[in-house]
C-alpha cells in the first residue's frame, strides 16, 4: 500500500471549505463543535471539540500534528479566527500571523493598529461601560456609529438619545463610539502570499441610510476612474501590510471621504452570500479556494472572468408583515430567498430585521442588467401584508 501524502491541513467549520479541500486532494482535519455528520462522513479526520477551550483543542491538534504533521491550519468565519490563527503559531505551521487575527477580529484593536500606522481610519473612542457612550458622542460630535468592538452590531446616531439607544441595544459588550464620516463605500477583495497582496476586485457598495447601516448591494465594475481606483487599491495594500497579513484573503470596506479613503472594517475572509460567487465572475478567482490553496502553499487557481459587471442587490423591506411570494421566481438563476411564503419579516433597520435573499445579475450592458433585474424582482411578486394585531 502506498504512503498517503497529500498535503494535510486543518481547517475550523465550514462546509463550502470542506467541498474546496475535498476538490484540493488535501488530508482534512476537520474541528468543529459539533461537527456536521455530513461534513464528518466526507474528511479524513473530524474532530468534535469545544471551540472555547483553547488549551483542550491545541492538545488534540498537536496528537493529529504527530502522527501527521499539518501543512496549514486556517478558518473562512470570523468567531474562530484568533483561534486559527494561535493554533497555527504554537504549531508552526502555516496560517494568518497572529497580529493580524486579533487585529480583524477586535474592532478597537483594528482602529489602534491602522492609526499607529499612518492608516487612515474613523476618528473613534473604545467604551468599556455603555453608559458613558453617550460622553465619547459629545467628545466626538455628532453624527456618531456605535458598534460592538467584537461581532456584529453597529448603529448610526444622530443625537444622544440615538446612542442610548444603541449603547443599551448593543451592549453589555465593550463598544466603539465612531464619528461618522460621509462618502461612498466600496468592497475590497484581495489575496494575501508571503505577505505579498493583490487586490482581485473593487466592488461600489451600497449601504442603507438608516441607523442599522446594512449593506443592501455591490455593483462592478466600481464606477471609479482609473486614477481613483488605483488609489483605493494601494491604500488596502497599505492597510493589510500595516495588520502584519502575510497568509489568507481579505474583505475590506473603505469609506472615500473627501480626504481621502478611509478603512472602516476587514474582514480576513471571503465575502459572504453570494458576492464570493460574483467575485469569481468577475475576476476569475474563487475566494475560499484560494484561503485553502494558500494555507496549503499552492499557487492559486485563476481562471478567465466570465462576466464584465454585476448587479447585486439584497432583498430588504420598508415595513414588518409576513412575506408572500410566487415559488416560480425563485426558478430563474440568480434570485434567492432566505424566507418561506408566511414567513414574518421585518425592516431593513430592524435589529432583528435586515436582507431576506440576493438577486444577482451578470453581463456586459448596464441597461440590460437592470433590465434583467426589473423583471426578475417582478416575477416573484414580493408582498408584505402587515401583521394583525
Given amino acids: 500500500m502506498s504512503p498517503d501524502t497529500r498535503p494535510s491541513v486543518a481547517c475550523l467549520s465550514g462546509r463550502r471549505v470542506v467541498d ?4 484540493l486532494g488535501a488530508h482534512t482535519v476537520l474541528l468543529d463543535d459539533p461537527t456536521p455528520l455530513e461534513s464528518a462522513a466526507r474528511v479524513d479526520v473530524p474532530l468534535d471539540l ?8 491545541e492538545s488534540a491538534l498537536r496528537a493529529q500534528h ?27 505551521v502555516r496560517g ?9 477580529h477586535d474592532m478597537a484593536r483594528l482602529r489602534m493598529t491602522l492609526d499607529a500606522g499612518g492608516v487612515r481610519t474613523p476618528v473613534s473612542l473604545s467604551v468599556a ?18 458598534r460592538r468592538t467584537v461581532g456584529r452590531g453597529r448603529l448610526l446616531c444622530r443625537d444622544l438619545d440615538e446612542v442610548k439607544r444603541a449603547s443599551d441595544l448593543l451592549g453589555p459588550a465593550a463598544l466603539l463610539v465612531e464619528r461618522f464620516t460621509e462618502g461612498p463605500e466600496y468592497a475590497v477583495q484581495s489575496l494575501t502570499v508571503n505577505g505579498v497582496t493583490e487586490v482581485v476586485c473593487v466592488l461600489a457598495q451600497h449601504t442603507d ?7 443592501t448591494g455591490y455593483d462592478h465594475p466600481s464606477g471609479l476612474v482609473p486614477a481613483r481606483e488605483a488609489e483605493l487599491k494601494e491604500f488596502c495594500v497599505r492597510a493589510l501590510a500595516v495588520l502584519g497579513f502575510d497568509h489568507g484573503v481579505s474583505h475590506m470596506r473603505v469609506t472615500l471621504t473627501d480626504e481621502g479613503p478611509e478603512c472602516v472594517d476587514v474582514a480576513a475572509r471571503p ?15 474563487d475566494l475560499t479556494r484560494a484561503a485553502a490553496e494558500i494555507v496549503l502553499g499552492r499557487p492559486v487557481t485563476r481562471g478567465a472572468p466570465t462576466a464584465g459587471r ?14 408572500s411570494y410566487d415559488p416560480r421566481g425563485l426558478a430563474a438563476p440568480g434570485v434567492w430567498l432566505d424566507v418561506e411564503p408566511g414567513d414574518s419579516v421585518r425592516t431593513v433597520d430592524d435589529p432583528e430585521g435586515g436582507t431576506y435573499g440576493r438577486i444577482v445579475v451578470y453581463g456586459d450592458d448596464p441597461a440590460e442588467l437592470h433590465s434583467t433585474y426589473d423583471s426578475l424582482k417582478a416575477s416573484l411578486r414580493l408582498l408584505v401584508e402587515p401583521d394583525i394585531r
Avoid: K, M, N
Avoid at 454585476?310 to 412575506?323: A, E, M, N, Q, S
Fill in 310 to 323: 454585476v448587479l447585486y442587490r439584497c432583498v430588504h423591506f420598508d415595513g414588518p408583515g409576513r412575506i
Fill in 96 to 104: 494568518l500571523g497572529l497580529p493580524a487575527a486579533l487585529a480583524c
Fill in 66 to 92: 504527530a502522527a501527521r504533521p499539518l501543512d496549514g491550519i486556517f478558518t473562512v468565519y470570523d468567531a474562530h479566527l484568533p483561534l486559527a490563527s494561535y493554533l497555527a503559531a504554537r504549531i508552526g
Fill in 271 to 285: 465575502p459572504g452570500g453570494q458576492l464570493c460567487a460574483a467575485v469569481e465572475r468577475v475576476s476569475g478567482i
Fill in 209 to 215: 441610510p438608516g441607523p442599522a447601516q446594512v449593506e
Fill in 20 to 23: 474546496v479541500l475535498d476538490s
Fill in 129 to 146: 461601560d455603555p453608559a458613558d457612550a453617550r460622553a465619547a458622542a459629545r467628545r466626538l460630535g455628532l453624527p456618531v456609529v456605535v
Fill in 50 to 57: 469545544d471551540l472555547g477551550d483553547w488549551i483542550a483543542v
